[in-house]
C-alpha cells in the first residue's frame, strides 16, 4: 500500500515536471517564433525600403526547381522587360548635391591643352606636404611612393599667375567606363604604351561610384569619403608633363585617363546621396554629374557575351566552393529574386536596387548592357561613346586598337610602336585553375541565354550592329 502511495506520488510529480517543461517549450517555441516572425518583418521592410521592391516572399520559398520551372521565371522576366525614358536633372539639382566638386572644377578648361586642366588657386600653407593626407596614398603602396617623389618638386611646380600662387589640375580626358570581365585590363595595359596617353595608377580609383561616398569596397557602407581633391591628385602626374609642356610655351596632346570598370553601371550608392524616400529609381546617375562638369568627355565602354561575363565575374570573384553546379544554383536563385522584383517595380527601378544587387549571389544586372548606355545616351552624344566587343579586340587587337586611337583622335604612330601594342600578350585571362572547373552547365547557359537575348536585342538596336546579340549568327570573321 505505501508502496503503491509512493509511486503514484512520483508518478504524478513525474508528470506535473513533464507538463511544466512541455508548457515552458511551448512558450518558448512561441517566443522563438514570434522573434522570427518580426525579424522576418524587419527583413522585409529593411529590403523594400527602396520604395517597397520587395525581394522576398512566396516565390523566393517555392521548391519547384525543375527546368520548366526556371524557363517560366526566365519568360516571366521578359514579359516585364520595358525600356523608358529616364529624367534627366537639371545641372542646378547636381550641384545642390555635389556643391564641393562644382566649386573645384571651373566651366571652362585651358584653351592651349588638349587634356581638361586648370590653374587652381592655392590656399593655407604651402609647406605642408600636398599629398600627406591623401586617402589613395593610404590605400595604395604605389600610389603613397608616386606623392612621395611629387611632393619634392611640388613647391616648384607652383605658378603665380594675377598675384596669387596656383597649381595645375586636370580630369580625365577619356574614361574606361566598362564591363567588368570584358577586357578593360587589356585595354588599359595596351593604352600605357601609345606616347601621348598617361594613365596613372591604380588602374580601377572607383571614385565616382564608390568613394565619392566612402564605400572602399562594393557592397560595403560608407566610411570616410574621398574628397573630389584627392582623386585629382592621381592626376598630377600628368598634370607636371603638361605644366612643363606650356612652361615651353607649346601646346601639350598628352592625354589621361582611368578605367574604372564599374563607371558604367555601379550606381548602388544613390541612397546616400538621396536618401530613400525620392523614388524606386536614382533621380541622378554618375554620368550626369560627369556631363556637368566635362560635357566634351569621351567614353569607352568593351563588352562581352553577357553569359560569358557572369561565369568569367562568377570564377575570378567567387572564393571558395566553386564548380558548375554552385554556379547554376547561384544563377537560378538571382533569376527568381529578379523576377521577383519586377513583379513589384519596374526595370529600371530594379536594375539600380542596391538591396537587390547586394543580395543575388551572382551579378546578373551587370549584364543588362543596355540599360546603361541607354542612361548614358541620355546626356552624351552617341558619338562620345566607343562600344566595343571583346570578341572583335582578342580577335584582332591592330583593328581594335586602331579604332580607339582614332576615337581618342590620336596622332600616327611609328610601325614599331604599332607591333609593340598590338602584339602585347593578352592581361588578365583566366587562371589555370578556374579553366580546370569546366564550362557551365548546357541548362544554365539556356537560361542565361533566354534571360539576357532581350537585353542583347535592344542594345543592337541602339547601336546598329547586330553583332551584339551574340547569337552566333552574327559574329564578326
Not at 605642408?128 to 611646380?157: A, T
Not at 570616410?224 to 591628385?233: E, I, K, S
Request: glycine content about 4%.
Amino acid at each position: 500500500m505505501i508502496s503503491e502511495f509512493v509511486f503514484s506520488a512520483v508518478h504524478l510529480k513525474v508528470d506535473h515536471e513533464t507538463q511544466r517543461r512541455s508548457a515552458s517549450c511551448i512558450w518558448c517555441s512561441k517566443v522563438c517564433g514570434f522573434i522570427l516572425l518580426l525579424v522576418f518583418i524587419m527583413a522585409s521592410y529593411v529590403l523594400s525600403s527602396e520604395r517597397k521592391t520587395l525581394l522576398f516572399g512566396p516565390y523566393l520559398m517555392e521548391e519547384d526547381l525543375s527546368e520548366d520551372a526556371l524557363r517560366d521565371v526566365v519568360h516571366s522576366i521578359a514579359t516585364k522587360v520595358k525600356f523608358r525614358a529616364r529624367r534627366v536633372p537639371d545641372v542646378s539639382e547636381l550641384m545642390g548635391l555635389e556643391e564641393h566638386v562644382f566649386s573645384v572644377v571651373p566651366r571652362r578648361f585651358l584653351p592651349d591643352v588638349k587634356n581638361p586642366c586648370w590653374f587652381e588657386e592655392l590656399r593655407g600653407d604651402v609647406s605642408v606636404d600636398p599629398y600627406g593626407s591623401n586617402m589613395f596614398g593610404r590605400s595604395f603602396r604605389q600610389i603613397q611612393l608616386i606623392f612621395e617623389q611629387l611632393s619634392g618638386s611640388f613647391r616648384r611646380r607652383l605658378t603665380r599667375r594675377d598675384g596669387k600662387l596656383q597649381r595645375l589640375r586636370c580630369l580625365p580626358y577619356f574614361y574606361i567606363i566598362g564591363q567588368p570581365k570584358c577586357g578593360t585590363t587589356d585595354l588599359y595595359e595596351r593604352l600605357r604604351l601609345h606616347p601621348d596617353v598617361r594613365l596613372t595608377p591604380p588602374k580601377e580609383p572607383h571614385w565616382w561610384t564608390r568613394k565619392r561616398f566612402g564605400i572602399v569596397r562594393s557592397g560595403e557602407r560608407p566610411n570616410t569619403r574621398f574628397p573630389l581633391d584627392h582623386y585629382l591628385d592621381l592626376f598630377d602626374p600628368v598634370a607636371l608633363q603638361i605644366q612643363q609642356s606650356l612652361l615651353g610655351n607649346s601646346s601639350s596632346n598628352i592625354i589621361t585617363s582611368e578605367a574604372s570598370a564599374s563607371t558604367m553601371w555601379d550606381n548602388n550608392a544613390w541612397l546616400y546621396l538621396h536618401g530613400n524616400s525620392t523614388g524606386a529609381e536614382p533621380p541622378s546617375l554618375v554620368q550626369d554629374f560627369i556631363h556637368a562638369l566635362q560635357p566634351d568627355a569621351r567614353f569607352i565602354a568593351i563588352l562581352r557575351d553577357p553569359v560569358e561575363r557572369l561565369y568569367s565575374d562568377y570564377l575570378y570573384f567567387g572564393t571558395s566552393n566553386k564548380s558548375a553546379l554552385d554556379f547554376h544554383q547561384k544563377v537560378c536563385e538571382s533569376l527568381r529574386m529578379f523576377e521577383g522584383c519586377l513583379r513589384d517595380a519596374g526595370l529600371r527601378a530594379c536594375v539600380y536596387n542596391s538591396t537587390l544587387n547586394n543580395a543575388m549571389s551572382v551579378r546578373l544586372q551587370v549584364g543588362l548592357y543596355v540599360v546603361f548606355l541607354l542612361d548614358w545616351l541620355s546626356v552624351f552624344s552617341r558619338d562620345q561613346l566607343l562600344v566595343l566587343r571583346l570578341e572583335d579586340h582578342a580577335s584582332n587587337p591592330a583593328l581594335s586598337m586602331s579604332r580607339i586611337f582614332s576615337f581618342l583622335r590620336l596622332g600616327a604612330l611609328s610601325d614599331q610602336r604599332q607591333r609593340q601594342i598590338t602584339k602585347r600578350p593578352a592581361s588578365n585571362t583566366r587562371r589555370l585553375s578556374d579553366r580546370d572547373l569546366g564550362p557551365m552547365r548546357p541548362i544554365t547557359r539556356e537560361l542565361l541565354t533566354l534571360f539576357y537575348a532581350p537585353f542583347n536585342q535592344r542594345l543592337a538596336e541602339v547601336l546598329q550592329d547586330e553583332s551584339f546579340t551574340w547569337d552566333g549568327r552574327s559574329e564578326h570573321t
